[in-house]
Antibody, heavy 118, light 106 residues
């Protein structure tokens, strides 16, 4: 079974840092682009970043450029999101998702909640 | 930046057809997919490449995409289809989501 499990969320003060992890299983992790998507409380989905199979290409939404870094470790079947200089508006559930060749995300993890507040 | 526009809400009676639109500039030139998100759950892919259904998705879900508008159609809507639905497309090295449409089955 293809599975994605996020971890690392929590409460952090504005200006602080947090590192999210996503453990993948049930598929050849090194063969897929991977993405992070977030959803603020009561709001819609917002794509955050993605990374190529070998980590050589990365893209970000403008609002996180220079603050967030996406990475992956194919030896550990894991995806990461290093979040620095966090702001209140970064408060959201963060999902990792596998990008399939059909131009879609499938599946999604269960999400991890990040709360930025003093 | 590229924008995808969806109606905030759609209401439908059980057994009837629900249509959810997603509008964007020259959207018909891109692949569009759709996700269903039930309350408190993660999104689930229901349509990819405009009109294809992943395995396990009921036949009552269908999609189309032409011109500036993509449409997700739910035929014979059931109570279990009540959820938020999001369209998605790829543009200029970024993924874009529509704002989401809440489907209420009355």
């Amino acid at each position: 079974e293809v599975q994605l499990v996020e971890s690392g969320g929590g409460l952090v003060q504005p200006g602080g840092s947090l590192r999210l992890s996503c453990a993948a299983s049930g598929f050849t992790f090194s063969a897929y682009w991977m993405s992070w998507v977030r959803q603020a409380p009561g709001k819609g989905l917002e794509w955050v970043a993605n990374i190529k199979q070998d980590g050589s290409d990365k893209y970000y939404v403008d609002s996180v450029k220079g603050r967030f870094t996406i990475s992956k470790d194919n030896t550990k079947n894991s995806l990461y999101l290093q979040m620095n200089s966090l702001r209140a508006e970064d408060t959201a559930v963060y999902y990792c998702a596998r990008e399939v060749s059909e131009y879609a995300f499938d599946p999604w993890g269960q999400g991890t909640l990040v709360t930025v507040s003093s | 930046s590229y924008d995808l526009t969806q109606p905030p809400s759609v209401s439908v009676s059980p057994g009837q057809t629900a249509s959810i639109t997603c509008s964007g500039d020259k959207l018909g030139d891109k692949y569009v997919c759709w996700y269903q998100q039930k309350s408190g759950q993660s999104p689930v892919l229901v349509i990819y490449q405009d009109n294809k259904r992943p395995s396990g998705i009921p036949e009552r879900f269908s999609g189309s995409n032409s011109g500036n508008t993509a449409t997700l159609t739910i035929s014979g809507t059931q109570a279990m289809d009540e959820a938020d639905y999001y369209c998605q497309a790829w543009d200029s090295s970024t993924w874009v989501f529509g704002g989401g449409t809440k489907v209420t089955v009355l």
